[in-house]
C-alpha cells in the first residue's frame, strides 16, 4: 500500500466522521428569533422564551428527505470505500473499485449539497428555495457536511492519483 493511498484512506476517514456527526446534531439551520431554533435532518430542538428545550423528529419536506437519503448513501460508499482501499493492501485490484464508490460518494453529497437549499421554503424556516431569510443561518451541522464534501473531493484526487503531492 503506497502513501497516497494510506493519505486517502485517512482523509475519507475523517470525511466520514465529519457527515456522521453533521447528520447526528440538529444544528443544520438555526434561529434564535423568538427563542433558540435548530432545525437537522433527522432531529430539531427549539427552546422558546427560556423555557426547556423540546427535541423531536421531525418530518421533513421532500427535498430534505432526499438530502438526508443522499448523505446516508454518500456515508455508506465513503466506509465502503475505506473498506476497498484497506482491502488493497492485499489485494491490489481492487483500487479501481475504491476509486469508483468514492466517485459515487462524492456525486451523492455533492446532490445532498444542491438538493438542501431547495427545502428552505418550508414553514419553520419561511423562505425561498435557494434564499435563507437572514433571521435564519447555516448552523454547525451544515459546516460539517459541506466540511466531509470537500474532503471527500480531495481524497477521490488522491485515491485517483490526480492530484500527486511531493513526497
Request: charged content about 10%.
Amino acid at each position: 500500500m503506497d502513501k497516497l493511498t494510506v493519505i486517502s484512506g485517512a482523509l475519507f476517514l475523517a470525511a466520514d466522521i465529519f457527515a456522521i456527526v453533521s447528520l447526528a446534531l440538529p444544528d443544520w439551520i438555526i434561529s434564535e428569533v423568538g427563542g433558540d431554533t435548530r432545525l437537522g435532518l433527522l432531529w430539531s430542538c427549539m427552546t422558546i422564551y427560556g423555557r426547556a428545550q423540546t427535541c423531536y423528529t421531525p418530518s421533513l419536506q421532500p427535498e430534505w428527505m432526499l438530502t438526508l437519503i443522499c448523505v446516508i448513501l454518500g456515508c455508506v460508499s465513503v466506509t465502503a470505500t475505506i473498506a476497498l482501499l484497506a482491502v488493497s493492501h492485499w489485494d491490489g485490484h481492487v483500487i479501481p473499485y475504491a476509486r469508483w464508490v468514492g466517485f459515487m460518494a462524492m456525486v451523492l453529497f455533492c446532490l445532498a449539497a444542491v438538493i438542501f437549499p431547495m427545502g428552505f421554503s418550508m414553514e419553520e424556516i419561511g423562505g425561498e428555495p435557494y434564499q435563507l431569510p437572514s433571521s435564519h443561518q447555516v448552523g454547525l451541522s451544515y459546516i460539517f457536511f459541506v466540511l466531509a464534501l470537500w474532503i471527500t473531493v480531495v481524497s477521490e484526487l488522491f485515491a485517483g492519483k490526480v492530484c500527486l503531492p511531493h513526497f
